[in-house]
């Protein structure tokens, strides 16, 4: 993208969905009703408009949830969509609240689906009736999607998601999946071909990337789009913290069970925290720069993540990626303790900076020009997205927001692929590279070998720079 036409840039890689909230409450929607046929999800593509068919449209009937993935993430997340119910942060203009049902659940292991059960019955004790519809094993979630729900949660590890997605989209059901979407390129390729499915059936797809749904990050960017302070030359994106759990090996337990419960420290499941964790600030700057990085460089390794139990990811990544146009962002994430923690991104252009994470704007002398006045903090993304999802589905909307969740996705992947190797990754290869970290179909019981493997110390072998090929 030029610097001098960054306010008039291309939209294709902006979520096509004209359904959701503006900063002051008011909608882009714009649905045609006639002869009692909705027709919904408008969307510009490739200069075209498109219009999917809503697969149903459910105004005040109730919408039948199911939960794939009952770790923390997919309980917060079941019980952010069953809070829908009440009206939690449905402005006036948004669409009538109606009620959502939990029906079903799935997970691989019983245990940490009784204790995703137990967590959001006592939250919502009235919308939970699962009694015949918990499903356990590899298989569970496709035991799931026979079952007549409306809309699936995926929340199950992301090495699952592209096969999940596409199974969800393939039985004919409106899909809420968290990020990342995928952890390697032909994952992503997947994800996006059942997108385009998902278009095809006017099915609504919604991902993850709260931050895409927080009001001030939304206000930020439009100011930003407006060109308030010129053209983007330099953005930083941070994700520096502590680090992350680990469940302790048992007795008894198969080494694909081990993996699968420490799923963060394992390429195939997880894809490095650049990709799981850092995507978040990754997809604001993509979002921000209307594209996705045509190149990458950079470093990384393990300092401290040296034990059996640290698998196989490293512990921090600094990446340079560079947008067409010439733009670049530098992009860190680090797992270390004791150090300086820090998240959030910014972005320096030819009138002036922007701290998006704090939505606040200097003009060229550091003068404050604008700052955002929504009163929320942090985290209302994570509820408002599924306020939106289900105002869309009440009115008939059909929100799509595959394209550019799996564009972020292969952009942290293409950043793990530049520190892993040690040499710059391009775009245009690495996503139409074949290389495959798992094969996920296969897995169909515990005691099938793992896609990783221990070495004879009992550790797992780590990229090193120069020498991993990755592509």
């Known amino acids: 993208m030029s610097r001098t036409g960054y306010a008039n840039a291309s939209m294709k890689n902006q979520p096509n969905t004209p359904e959701r909230p503006l900063a002051d409450g008011s909608s882009r929607r714009n649905f045609i009703k006639g002869s009692g046929l909705i027709l919904a999800g408008s969307a510009i593509v490739g200069g075209q408009l498109k219009v999917a068919r809503a697969a149903h449209v459910f105004g005040s009937d109730t919408i039948k949830l199911g939960l794939v993935g009952c770790g923390d993430r997919g309980t917060s997340a079941a019980i952010e969509a069953l809070n829908t119910s009440q009206g939690l ?106 997108g385009e499915l998902a278009k095809e ?17 939304r206000q930020c ?55 799981e964790q850092h995507i978040h600030n990754l997809d604001v700057i993509n979002w921000l720069m209307k594209s996705h990085p045509v190149e990458a460089q950079g470093q990384g390794g393990r300092e401290v993540r040296k034990g059996e139990n640290t698998g196989e990811i490293y512990d921090h990544h600094m990446v340079e990626y560079v947008y067409e146009g010439g733009t670049r962002l530098l992009s860190q994430c680090r797992h270390i303790p004791g150090c300086r923690n820090t998240v959030g991104e910014h972005v320096h252009c030819t009138g002036g900076s922007c701290d998006l994470s704090a939505a606040r704007i200097h003009d060229a002398r550091g003068k404050l020009i604008w700052s955002s006045d929504a009163k929320e903090g942090r985290g209302k993304g994570w509820q408002q997205e599924h306020v939106s ?29 530049a520190t892993y190797s040690g040499k710059l990754v391009k775009w245009n290869e690495a996503i139409q590279s074949n290389r495959s970290l798992a094969d996920t179909d296969t897995l169909k019981s515990l005691d099938h070998p793992a896609p990783v493997q221990p070495t004879a110390d009992g550790h797992y072998a780590a990229a090193v720079p120069g020498k991993t090929k990755v592509l």
């Open 89 to 194: 942060g449905w402005s006036p203009r948004d669409a009538a609240s109606g009620e959502v049902r939990l029906t079903a659940m799935a997970d691989v292991f019983s245990d940490q689906l009784q204790s995703s059960y137990r967590t959001i019955k006592s939250q919502h004790p009235s919308r939970v009736d699962v009694d015949e519809a918990r499903f356990v094993g590899l298989d569970a979630y496709q035991q799931l999607l026979n079952t007549d729900v409306d809309v699936v949660i995926l929340a199950t590890p992301p090495g699952f998601r592209p096969m999940q997605f596409e199974a969800a989209i393939a039985a004919g059901k409106h899909v809420f999946m968290e990020k990342p979407v995928a952890t390697d390129a032909p994952g992503v390729r997947r994800v996006l071909a059942a």
């Open 389 to 417: 999802l289900f105002a869309s589905l009440r009115s008939g909307d059909v929100p799509n927001e595959t394209e550019y969740a799996a564009h972020s996705t292969m952009t942290a992947i293409m950043g793990r692929l």
């Open 201 to 217: 059936k006017g099915l609504a797809v919604q991902v993850g990337l709260q931050r895409r749904h927080e009001v001030r990050y």
């Open 221 to 275: 960017i439009d100011q930003l789009h407006s060109g308030i302070i010129g053209d983007p030359i330099f953005a930083r994106a941070y994700w520096n913290g502590s680090g992350a759990w680990s469940r302790p090996r048992t007795k008894n337990q198969t080494e694909l069970e081990y993996q699968l419960r420490n799923w963060y420290y394992f390429n195939w499941l997880c894809g490095d925290h650049i990709n």
